[in-house]
Each structure stands twice: as structure tokens, then as C-alpha cells.
């Protein structure tokens, strides 16, 4: 099972940490991804990392503010957001990719996490 922790509120300029976590399977051999969803829109790319580590990608509207990274050891994966804005409100999605190499394309992701929800406040 998949599950995405660290959603909340948060004002404007602020930060946000969140973590993808699984049990009963480890995805220490799989590139992990992270979508949103606001209301009313397509879900959208966040991020992605290699199984390695060694290689990230980020969508356009994130890049520069958000940070994808993992520990292995600890079968998790983070998203570190900064300088959040509005328009990052949405539920964030934690997905485990197909293969060691995942980016935008949802069907290269197999697992899905529930979501965590994110609220930036102006």
C-alpha cells in the first residue's frame, strides 16, 4: 500500500515537506513519481526520480521551487516545496513507476497512492 503524508494549509511563500511511504512492497528498484490534482483540472506531473536517485525531472510549473529526493533505506520518497503559491493547491499523488525510469506519463506508473491535500492560502 502507498500513502502520501504532509499535507496541509500553508500561506503563500511558505513550505511544505511531503512524504510517499510503502508497506508490504518495497520500491527501492522503481522510479517514483508525484501528481496533483486541483479542482476541476487534469491531473498534472509534479516530479519524478529515478530508482537510483540519479536523475529527477520536474514539471514545468514546480521547477526551481520543488525538490523530489529518497531514502531507500527508509522506502520513501520526498517532495520538498518551497515558495508555494496558490495555484499549487491540490491533492498530491504519490505513484511507483512501471520501471527504474519514470517521468510525465501516468501510464509509465503503476502503484498509486492516496492523496494528500494542499492548500496555499494569498
Known amino acids: 500500500q502507498l500513502q502520501a503524508f504532509g499535507g496541509g494549509s500553508v500561506q503563500a511563500g511558505g513550505s511544505l515537506r511531503l512524504s510517499c511511504t510503502a508497506s508490504?512492497?518495497?520500491?527501492?528498484?522503481?522510479?517514483v513519481g508525484w501528481f496533483r490534482q486541483a479542482p476541476g483540472k487534469e491531473r498534472e506531473f509534479v516530479s519524478s526520480?529515478?530508482?537510483?536517485?540519479?536523475?529527477?525531472g520536474y514539471g514545468d510549473s514546480v521547477k526551481g521551487r520543488f525538490t523530489i529526493s529518497r531514502d531507500s533505506a527508509k522506502n520513501t520518497v520526498f517532495l520538498q516545496m518551497s515558495s508555494l503559491k496558490p495555484e499549487d493547491t491540490a491533492v498530491y499523488y504519490c505513484?511507483?513507476?512501471?520501471?527504474?525510469?519514470?517521468?510525465?506519463?501516468?501510464?509509465?506508473?503503476?502503484?498509486w497512492g492516496q492523496g494528500t491535500l494542499v492548500t496555499v492560502s494569498s
Open positions: 508490504g512492497r518495497t520500491f527501492s528498484n522503481n522510479a
Open positions: 505513484a511507483v513507476g512501471r520501471s527504474s525510469v519514470a517521468g510525465a506519463d501516468r501510464s509509465q506508473y503503476r502503484y
Open positions: 526520480i529515478t530508482w537510483k536517485g540519479e536523475v529527477t
